[in-house]
């Protein structure tokens, strides 16, 4: 069964601090995609990235930088020189072969940066 | 790039009535929607999965007679909330896949439904 754990509910930051948000995702599958999304207060969600499990590479972009270890199953979020319009939640998702495109949300982590 | 329309954004209805959500992709086509609830300051949970031209698949513990689905076109899907309840309060937001495979899923705005 699927399951992705952000362990932190709440982060507040000061702008232009840095800010990680942690992933740590169970599949049986070999093949998976782990995907980042933002949702303001707005309510809609923004999609920021999508890995499949065969690309370990790290990315940036921007601002925002992914880690993906797969040795430790772990998806972390990490945004550079936050700003007040970084604040929103942020959630983790996974979706494997077997569930096809249903996504397993994590709980979700706030993040809040203070001016 | 690919925009998935979500109506009505937000809803008041009184209890025992039924309020229908619609969920259009714009410019792709797409033969499976999904449809997910959070309740205030939670995660996101997955209630179905709309099936263009064939029955909605129910994640366990949603009632199907409850959540009416339908996927009449390659389009639109539609979520009808049937008499609906206080405790059907709660934010509905839809996704479709564009193309074939894990490609990234395109959210929906969202609709805030209120059952007074």
């Known amino acids: 069964a699927q399951k992705v754990t952000q362990a932190q509910t709440e982060i507040s930051v000061v702008e232009k601090e840095d800010v990680t948000l942690d992933c740590v995702y169970e599949t049986r599958d070999t093949t998976y995609y782990l995907f980042w999304y933002k949702q303001p207060p707005s309510g809609e969600l923004v999609f920021l990235i999508r890995r499949n499990s065969f690309d370990e590479q790290n990315e940036i972009s921007g601002r925002y930088s992914w880690n993906f270890q797969k040795s430790t199953s772990s998806f972390n979020f990490t945004i550079t020189a936050s700003q007040v319009v970084d604040s929103a939640v942020y959630f983790c998702?996974?979706?494997?072969?077997?569930?096809?495109?249903?996504?397993?949300f994590g709980g979700g982590t706030r993040v809040l940066v203070k001016p | 790039g690919a925009v998935v329309s979500q109506h009505p954004s937000r809803v008041i209805c009184k209890s025992g009535t039924s309020v229908k959500i619609e969920c259009r992709s714009l410019?792709?086509?797409?033969?499976?929607m999904f449809w997910y609830r959070q309740f205030p300051k939670q995660s996101l949970m997955l209630m179905a999965t709309?099936?263009?031209?064939?029955?909605?698949?129910?994640e366990q513990g949603v009632e199907k007679d409850k959540f009416l689905i339908n996927h009449a076109s390659l389009t639109l899907s539609t979520l009808t909330v049937t008499s609906a309840h206080p405790e059907d309060s709660s934010f509905y937001i839809c996704?479709?896949?564009?193309?074939?495979?894990?490609?990234?899923?395109?959210f929906g705005n969202g609709t805030r439904l209120t059952v007074t």
């Open positions: 410019d792709f086509q797409a033969t499976t």
């Open positions: 709309s099936n263009e031209g064939s029955k909605a698949t129910y």
């Open positions: 996704s479709a896949n564009q193309g074939m495979g894990n490609s990234p899923l395109h």
């Open positions: 998702a996974l979706s494997d072969k077997a569930a096809g495109n249903k996504l397993t």
